[in-house]
């Protein structure tokens, strides 16, 4: 497989729920991203993680916990989540010396 | 903070015809500014990019000149085709070193027959 890859593609959860949705590059890059896309809104960073350790924390609530644990995987892990959480969660990955991020497909999130 | 300014969709047009999308920013130092495109249940796919005053980023017949004096970065195509029918996002890196990207609100574009 090439590129960024996320796995669900889709997922309904209940709000008392616990799931987790991964992120994979093969582009040799070392930062990660995750954002959030909700309708009507534009895409809100959520996390960066560079050579996996997180820079930067856009004030999340704590029912999202990401983790990466090497730089080509990152993880998020959703807990007790609400129906406003529901989105279109998206992973992207770039290289140190680059600015260009290049994005994964999405995961599609409906929390019930 | 930075932000991008895009111009609200949908905008619908019918194939050959010429296309805008307007976009503006506000940034305090000099970003890298972005065009990126989102198919129907796909991801964002980078179109096109500059990185200074006057740059012009083009690709798949699309263009964008980076205008510092206006802080504009429109995107245009002479002849759209039906295929281009997608959700169209501005945006920009700050030069500070943070890499996280600042999104525009997106602008859907339909290409009718």
């Known amino acids: 497989e090439t590129g960024v890859t996320q796995t669900p593609r889709h997922l309904v959860m209940g709000m008392t729920n616990k799931k987790s949705l991964k992120c994979e590059q093969h582009?040799?890059?070392?930062?990660m991203y995750w954002y959030k896309q909700s309708a009507k809104k534009p895409l809100e960073l959520m996390f960066v993680?560079?050579?996996?350790?997180?820079?930067e924390n856009n004030s999340v609530p704590s029912r999202f916990s990401p983790e990466c644990p090497n730089s080509s995987h990152l993880f998020l892990h959703l807990h007790t989540l609400q129906p406003e959480d529901s989105a279109l969660y998206l992973c992207?990955?770039?290289?140190?010396?680059?600015?260009?991020?290049?994005f994964g497909p999405g995961t599609r999130l409906l929390v019930l | 903070g930075d932000s991008v300014t895009q111009m609200e969709g949908p905008v619908t047009l019918s194939e050959e015809a010429c296309l805008t999308i307007?976009?503006?920013?506000?940034?305090?130092?000099?970003?890298?500014l972005f065009w990126y495109v989102q198919y129907p249940g796909e991801g964002l796919q980078l179109l096109l990019k500059?990185?200074?005053?006057?740059d012009k980023g083009s690709n798949k017949g699309f263009e964008a000149t980076y205008r510092k004096e206006t802080t504009s970065f429109h995107l245009e195509k002479g002849s759209v085709q039906v295929s281009d029918s997608a959700v169209y996002f501005c945006?920009?890196?700050?030069?500070?070193?943070?890499?996280?990207?600042?999104f525009g609100s997106g602008t859907r574009l339909q290409v009718q027959p």
């Open positions: 992207a990955s770039s290289d140190q010396n680059q600015e260009t991020q290049y």
């Open positions: 582009l040799g890059h070392n930062a």
């Open positions: 993680y560079n050579f996996k350790e997180q820079t």
């Open positions: 307007n976009c503006t920013y506000t940034a305090t130092g000099y970003p890298s």
């Open positions: 500059a990185t200074k005053a006057d």
């Open positions: 945006a920009l890196s700050e030069d500070t070193g943070r890499r996280a990207l600042t």
